[in-house]
Nanobody, 117 residues
């Protein structure tokens, strides 16, 4: 059974930083493409960042240079370091794994990030 559990969200002032964590079970994060998505109220869920098994990373233009995705293989955990946060980064952030075997997405429960101006 695949489980993705996010943590680390909270309330922060603009310009501040947060680090989100996604602890995975049932899959090995280093063998897979893992992603972070976010969804603001009334908006579609959007891709924030991905990391491949070979450690290639990809970022949405809106977060490039401010956010960093990484992983800890020993902890089977994926991180999203968010710096220079802006009010428009306010969203629920979700960890994601897409199973090519099952043809479906797996999501965590989400963690709320609120950036005050």
């Amino acid at each position: 059974q695949v489980q993705l559990v996010e943590s680390g969200g909270g309330l922060v002032q603009a310009g501040g930083s947060l680090r989100l964590s996604c602890a995975a079970s049932g899959i090995i994060v280093s063998d897979n493409v893992m992603g972070w998505y976010r969804q603001a109220p009334g908006k579609q869920r959007e891709l924030v960042a991905t990391i491949t098994s070979g450690l290639s990373t990809n970022y949405a233009d809106s977060v490039k240079g401010r956010f960093t995705i990484s992983r800890d293989n020993a902890k089977n955990t994926v991180y999203l370091q968010m710096n220079s946060l802006k009010p428009e980064d306010t969203s629920v952030y979700y960890c994601n794994w897409f199973s090519r075997t099952w043809g479906r997405n797996y999501w965590g429960q989400g963690t709320q990030v609120t950036v005050s101006s």
